[in-house]
């Protein structure tokens, strides 16, 4: 079946770069001249994906508003001649319809903001993506998984993976390897999965990043799922769940990741982004070699 939808959890409060996102929410941080969130539905939009939802929580109104009209802005830009931002603009806008917000009333973890959005997904495989972590490439990692999962034809679960060093296994949710598919070397069957085990403990040095695709039976699972790691109630537990009933694979994706949620990932996303911008590259690298006073 057609992937067509993706779910963005967009309600967490964003502590890890206090105290930039106490009244902004970390999703609206920009890199170079975008927010966050920006970034990941247009990787999203490349996918295919038709449908966007948003799990939001409370401050977080300005997300709906950056996705939606500015009437007086638009105005302003035509009668000013602007045709280059009102192309700009233009292409950020989706399509009528296609954009649903839900809220999570609680910091219940991920699994619980896949969770709240059961209704609107309905019963059809989706997407999950993480804001805060962004994928320097062409094309995207979503892109990448999806065209793997319609090649691989069967009802299967789809995780993003990246390699971590060994001493930081415990720090996240990391999986087994299995066999490499025959077709698409990218791909492996995963060999179980276990969040932030202890150190010495980790299957391998593989862990599961911001991407996923799943089949809706998740939703089930996470209605009953406890509490986990840091008391919340976590995906990786729920697929863990999944997995004795329906495939996995874990994917290799092709990029740079970068996890914007800290404020040193932040930075090297603005750096390399930056860098690949013909209008700002020979700039941006002339100021980085002056303050390293090369």
Same mark, same amino acid.
């Given at each position: 079946m057609k992937i067509r939808k993706a779910v963005f959890p967009v309600a967490g409060l964003g502590t890890r770069v206090l105290p930039a996102t106490k009244a902004m929410p970390k999703e609206m941080l920009t890199i170079v001249d975008r927010p966050l969130i920006q970034y990941v539905v247009d990787e999203a939009r490349e996918a295919g994906i038709e449908h966007f939802i948003f799990v939001t929580g409370r401050n977080k109104g300005i997300i709906e508003d950056h996705f939606d009209r500015m009437f007086e802005l638009d105005e302003t830009l035509k009668s000013r001649n602007k045709s280059a931002e009102i192309e700009q603009l233009a292409l950020s806008q989706p399509a009528a319809g296609a954009m649903s917000? %839900?809220?999570?009333?609680?910091? #219940?973890? #991920?699994?619980?903001?896949?969770? +709240?959005?059961?209704?609107?997904?309905?019963? &059809?495989?989706?997407?999950v993506v993480l804001p805060d972590e962004l994928v320097l490439n062409s094309p995207g990692c979503l892109k990448q998984m999806v065209d793997i999962a319609g090649a691989l034809g069967e009802k299967s679960n789809l995780v993003a993976v990246e390699e971590v060093p060994m001493d930081m296994t415990h720090q996240y949710g990391i999986c087994g390897v299995g066999e490499r598919h025959p077709t698409h070397e990218a791909a492996? %069957?995963?060999?179980g999965m276990v969040e932030k085990p202890p150190k010495g403990t980790a299957p391998s040095n593989l862990s599961i990043t911001g991407r996923y695709i799943l089949q809706p039976e998740i939703f089930k699972i996470l209605e009953t799922q406890e509490r986990g790691a840091g008391g919340e109630i976590q995906l990786t537990d729920a697929m863990i769940g999944l997995a004795k009933s329906q495939s996995f694979y874990g994917v290799e994706f092709e990029g740079e $990741?970068?996890? +914007?949620?800290?404020?040193?990932?932040f930075l090297r996303a603005n750096i390399a982004f930056g860098l690949q911008r013909p209008d700002l $590259? &020979?700039?941006l690298?002339?100021?980085m070699l002056r303050y390293l006073g090369e």
């Open positions: 917000f %839900t809220r999570q009333q609680a910091p #219940l973890g #991920l699994g619980h903001a896949v969770w +709240c959005a059961r209704d609107i997904v309905g019963n &059809e495989p989706f997407a492996f %069957t995963i060999d $990741r970068h996890d +914007c949620g800290s404020k040193s990932g $590259r &020979e700039g690298r002339a100021e």
